[in-house]
């Protein structure tokens, strides 16, 4: 699994409130990624982070934010949860080698009602 | 712009016939392919990339650049084979950063006995 976890693995929130999701790598791994999973969409990036404190937007970063203090974490935050939002979230990291291969984390199952 | 696009949301077969999911890119230069499977509620795993020419589980994929596409076969399905199959693209590093990979929308596959 790529030394990846993510928490919480499942969250269910009101609309407005907001939501940090932790996607946590024990490998020391520069390249982390937030995707979000929808039925129909298939698994669109959100944000990415190419090292501590460095980070770019993916296709969907409207309603996100991220933040990357330490090489380990990355986290995904919803400032103001929205339905539109209620989704599966995956986090990765890019491995290692010469390829660009990703490993994805659990996921994380949200719920905005 | 790199597209990946996955031709067939579902695909259903029986057990022991042949299996093809269909995948189609458009990148200018040279891409690496991957295809990723999701078990029921599971992470994403890789499968196979297509610069190893590896056959995991059964399944093998050919890039054709001429036709510009990374099919995936199996000539003979098991049950255990249902699941989401992803594929993706990146870009290659040497030319220029690409790190991220861009995502078809999955077909979901299914093995009757």
């Known amino acids: 699994d790529a030394g990846i976890t993510q928490s919480p693995r499942h969250k269910v929130t009101e609309t407005g409130t907001p939501v940090t999701l932790r996607c946590h790598q024990t490998?020391?791994?520069?390249?982390m990624y937030w995707y979000r999973q929808d039925p129909g969409h298939g698994l669109r990036l959100i944000h990415y982070?190419?090292?501590?404190?460095?980070?770019d937007k993916g296709e969907v970063s409207d309603g996100y934010s991220v933040s990357r203090s330490k090489t380990e974490d990355f986290l995904l935050t919803l400032e103001s949860a929205t339905s539109s939002q209620t989704s599966v979230y995956f986090c990765a990291i890019m491995s290692g080698s010469s390829y660009n291969e990703q490993f994805f984390g659990p996921g994380t199952r949200l719920t905005v009602l | 712009a790199q597209r990946v696009t996955q031709p067939e949301k579902l695909l259903s077969v029986f057990k022991g016939a042949p299996v093809e999911l269909k995948c189609n890119y458009s990148y200018s230069g040279s891409p690496e392919l991957f295809w990723y499977v999701q078990y029921s509620r599971q992470r994403l795993q890789l499968l196979l990339r297509h610069i190893s020419r590896e056959s995991i589980k059964g399944f093998t994929a050919d890039l054709n650049k001429g036709e510009t596409s990374f099919h995936l076969k199996k000539p003979f399905a098991q049950e255990e084979d249902s699941a989401m199959y992803y594929c993706a693209l990146s870009g290659n590093r040497s030319g220029g950063s690409n790190y991220k990979l861009t995502f078809g929308k999955g077909t979901l596959l299914t093995v009757n006995p």
């Open positions: 490998e020391n791994h520069r390249y």
């Open positions: 982070s190419y090292g501590v404190k460095d980070t």
